[in-house]
C-alpha cells in the first residue's frame, strides 16, 4: 500500500494556522512566507515606538514565530524583528490563497487573525464603599475601538446592587507599553436593600465614563485596572466611583 503524503500546500496551511492561532510557543517546523506587501519594517520592539532596525523587501522569505496583540515577531536570515499587522496583509492572503483555501474560509481567517479579536475579563475592586466583582466580554471592532458588555454585584451593608453595562471603548495609543484607554456607556442598576432592614427595590438608568490602564503579559493574557464615574438615576440623581483591576483574555 502505498503511504499517504500530504499536499505540500495543506503543510503550509496548517503550519500558518498554528503560527497564528498558538503564538505562544515556536513552532516545530517555522511557517515559511514569502514577503508580498511592498516591504515590511522591522522594529525591535512590539510598538511603534520601538526604533526601526531593518527593512524587508518584496520576494523576502521570513518565518512568523511569535504575536503580541497587532504585532508579528518575524525572522529572516539576516535580522529578527516585529511588524505590524497592516504590513503583513498582502502576505498572509496570498500564502492563504496559494494553500487552497475558498474565499469565504480565507475572509474569515484574516478577520479573525488580523481584524478581529474577542476578548473576555474578570476583575474586582470598590464601588464607592462596597466591594464589586464583575465579568465582562468584548469585541475589538477596530485597532481604536472595541464594545463590551459587563455585569457587576456590589454587596454593601444595607443593599447590594446590580449593574448591568454597555460600553465603548476607545484605544487612542495602543502602540504603548502601558496603553489607556477610554470609556463610556450606559447601563442599569438593580438595587435590592437586605429585607431585614428596607424593603423595596430602587431600580435606576446610569451614564458611565472613565478611564483605564492595561499590560500585555502574554499573546492571550493582559492586565487591566479601571476607573469609572456612574451618575445613576434614582429618586434623586447619585454619583458613584467604580475602581476595578483584574486580568484579560484575548481569543
Not at 526604533?51 to 525572522?75: K, L
Not at 474586582?124 to 462596597?130: K, Q, S, T
Not at 464594545?147 to 456590589?154: D, G, K, V
Request: contains cysteine.
Amino acid at each position: 500500500m502505498d503511504s499517504y503524503r500530504p499536499h505540500n500546500s495543506a503543510i503550509r496551511l496548517l503550519g500558518l494556522l498554528l503560527a497564528l492561532l498558538l503564538p505562544c510557543s515556536v513552532p516545530a517546523a517555522p511557517v515559511q512566507l514569502e514577503v508580498r506587501d511592498p516591504y515590511l519594517d522591522l522594529h525591535t520592539g512590539p510598538g511603534r515606538g520601538y526604533p526601526i532596525a531593518q527593512s524587508i523587501e518584496r520576494g523576502a522569505t521570513i518565518e512568523i514565530r511569535h504575536r503580541r496583540t497587532d504585532w508579528y515577531q518575524v525572522h529572516t536570515d539576516v535580522a529578527t524583528g516585529w511588524v505590524h499587522r497592516n504590513q503583513l496583509r498582502a502576505t498572509l492572503a496570498a500564502t492563504l490563497a496559494a494553500a487552497g483555501t475558498d474565499g469565504g474560509l480565507r475572509a474569515a481567517l484574516l478577520d479573525r487573525h488580523i481584524e478581529g479579536r474577542l476578548m473576555a475579563g474578570l476583575s474586582a475592586g470598590a464601588f464607592d464603599d462596597d466591594p464589586v466583582v464583575s465579568f465582562w466580554a468584548g469585541y475589538r471592532l477596530t485597532p481604536l475601538w472595541s464594545a463590551e458588555l459587563a455585569i457587576a454585584q456590589a454587596a454593601g451593608d444595607y443593599s447590594s446592587t446590580r449593574m448591568y453595562r454597555l460600553e465603548a471603548v476607545a484605544h487612542p495609543w495602543p502602540e504603548l507599553r502601558f496603553p489607556p484607554h477610554l470609556l463610556v456607556g450606559v447601563g442599569f442598576f438593580e438595587n435590592t436593600p437586605r429585607q431585614t432592614l428596607v424593603e423595596g427595590e430602587d431600580d435606576a438608568l446610569a451614564l458611565t465614563l472613565g478611564l483605564g490602564l492595561s499590560k500585555q503579559l502574554e499573546p492571550r493574557f493582559a492586565l487591566r485596572a479601571d476607573w469609572r464615574w456612574h451618575h445613576a438615576r434614582f429618586d434623586d440623581n447619585d454619583d458613584f466611583h467604580e475602581l476595578t483591576a483584574g486580568f484579560v483574555l484575548l481569543f
